[in-house]
């Protein structure tokens, strides 16, 4: 039985809950899982160097493959939350670290990596947008990126293919535009930002290079990106 978006609600009361990242019984978030994914991020190495560090909360396998997927392609919504807190515990990692500025000096807002429309109505929406919002807030989150129509599905290409595939095909979203031009006034240099691109999947890199290489062009400089799982 294929599970609507927005359905999960209604299922509940039928269906036990089940934990997104092992499938326990009884939970839609387990204690096992929310240790695991709360491991020290990892610094990836994609085949396509977006120029900037890719931080994971680890490799694409286990839990986090199971939650990815239930998250995209099984409409649990509410795994936003605890996928959230994840990256915000990543975020902070990484303060502590030095790897990002200090929030006090330039707070962190979120740029989700691109999705293609099509994609994201089937999903009722955009997950990686929910998980960065539970995050850092919507407040803090600007969906600044989207893909051109004919972009193609990303499974299944190679690097190569994945990267002709991308090419030209981000652009700026009327919010970036309006991003743009707040991070490039004078007013804003009293108000930095540590602007982070976020995403579900780390497979080549050719995502984040590409939308690194737009938002660049228009005058936004990412600090680093977070995934919530890398692959090889």
Known sequence: MRILPGSRTLLDLILPAECGGCAEPGTQWCQGCAAELADDPILLQPRVDPGV?????????GPRRRVVIAAKERGRRDLAVPLGSAVAGALARLHQWGELAPPEVAPVVLVPAPTRSRAARMRGGDPV????????????????????R?????????????????EGGVLLTPRGHRFAQHVCSERSAAQRKTVVLIDDVST????????????S????????VVVLAGVG
């Open 53 to 61: 560090a890719v931080w994971a909360l680890g490799p694409y396998s």
């Open 129 to 148: 947008t929910r998980i960065a919002v539970a995050a850092v807030g919507a407040s803090r989150v600007c969906p600044a990126l989207a893909m051109r």
């Open 150 to 166: 004919g972009v193609r599905d990303s499974v299944g290409l190679s690097a190569d293919q994945r990267r002709v595939n991308l």
């Open 204 to 215: 080549t890199g050719v995502t984040a290079a590409e939308s690194i290489r737009v938002l």
């Open 217 to 224: 062009g228009a005058g936004i400089q990412v600090a680093s």
